[in-house]
């Protein structure tokens, strides 16, 4: 049953990178279209005698790649700006142009910021997965060499990293912590053991493994909460274009 389990969970990563290397897909022709527009837009703004400096620095930006989907909301502000200034000097026409421009921006931001959020949905996922697997794998260790009550533990943590686990993409927060905070207090304990007992030997790199147990449920939880802020971005994103 932890077999098909496990091969579940694979297949809904599998599903996951595939989703994401669609999106990718999509988000490369959204930028281009966005810089197909602004090559438009800019010529007609500068063959109008209008200020097309907005206009050339998304430009500049874009080309030089590897921009984030904030970053592109963010570059969305001064077409905003330019926008509302054409429109003010009655140059409807030109405004419309710019516009346009800011809507195929923003729809290749929110396309960005969805790709971003995915991708460290996945991250989080991994690193929670490999967490539990360290967990398991030390308590299995620990048990073989004698030391129950260290197995014990080691293993509770490995099952607090599975309940953290959800089945939508995402991991329980509360969950992630509480086994944060098992995992640091498993490591101490394993820390302080007495040298010279017989339970002493060995200990030591297993509280090294712990805090590396520590260490990735950390990492899962700044993902998960990247992925929580990236997607109220592109909630806030779709509420201003609809305002």
């Known amino acids: 049953l932890e077999g098909c389990l496990a091969s579940e969970r694979a297949s809904v990563q599998l599903k996951k990178h595939c989703a994401m290397l669609k999106a990718s897909g999509e988000a490369h022709k959204q930028l281009s279209a966005v810089l197909d527009t602004a090559d438009s837009v800019h010529v007609k703004l500068s063959a109008a005698g209008c200020d097309a400096g907005a206009v050339a620095g998304v430009k500049l930006r874009l080309c030089k790649g590897d921009v984030g989907g904030v970053e592109m909301e963010q570059l969305g502000e001064g077409l905003r700006c330019l926008h509302t200034k054409l429109r003010g000097e009655g140059r409807h026409q030109e405004a419309a142009e710019v516009h346009k421009l800011g809507q195929e921006l923003d729809a290749a931001a929110h396309g960005k910021l ?17 967490a539990m697997e360290l967990g398991c794998g030390l308590a299995f260790k620990l048990g073989k060499g004698g030391h129950t009550a260290q197995s014990e533990r080691a293993e509770c943590v490995a099952q607090k990293a599975k309940k953290a686990l959800r089945g939508d993409g995402h991991v329980c927060v509360e969950g992630v912590e509480a086994a944060i905070v098992e995992a640091r207090a498993a490591a101490h304990e394993l820390e302080v053991q007495p040298k010279g007992s017989k339970h002493g030997g060995g200990v030591l790199e297993a509280a090294a493994e712990m805090e590396q147990v520590a260490c990735k449920l950390e990492g899962c939880l700044a993902s998960e909460r990247a992925s929580v802020q990236l997607k109220k971005h592109s909630a806030m994103l779709k509420a201003r274009g609809e305002a």
């Open 114 to 130: 969805a790709l971003e959020q995915s991708a460290h949905e996945l991250e989080g996922s991994a690193q929670a997965h490999a």
